[in-house]
């Protein structure tokens, strides 16, 4: 898996991150457009200068991603989160 850039944002695909976090795509496109899953950025520093973890959360899963500043993935952690799930297109 690697990641693109616009500028300096990442782009990462929803077909490799859907599976991730036990969704088809349209079910994750629809969680992340409602809200129901964060993403977040860090931009390491010190001996992690020139990489990223990238974070997305839904109410289930927590998938972290850590690449080197040209996009490769050097590692990938999941973690499954305790607590209901929100149905893709209701929000229930």
């Not at 690697?2 to 969704?23: C, H, R, Y």
């Not at 989160?81 to 929000?91: E, Q």
């Amino acid at each position: 898996m690697k990641i693109e850039f616009e500028g300096d944002k990442p782009i990462v695909d929803a077909t490799q991150i859907a599976p991730l976090m036990e969704l088809d795509v349209i079910g994750f496109q629809v969680l992340m457009q409602s809200g129901h899953i964060r993403t977040g950025v860090e931009r390491g520093t010190g001996v992690d200068a020139g990489k990223l973890r990238l974070t997305f959360q839904s109410p289930d899963w927590r998938v972290r991603l850590t690449c080197t500043g040209d996009g490769a993935v050097l590692t990938t952690t999941r973690l499954k989160l305790p607590g209901g799930s929100v149905h893709p297109m209701t929000g229930d």
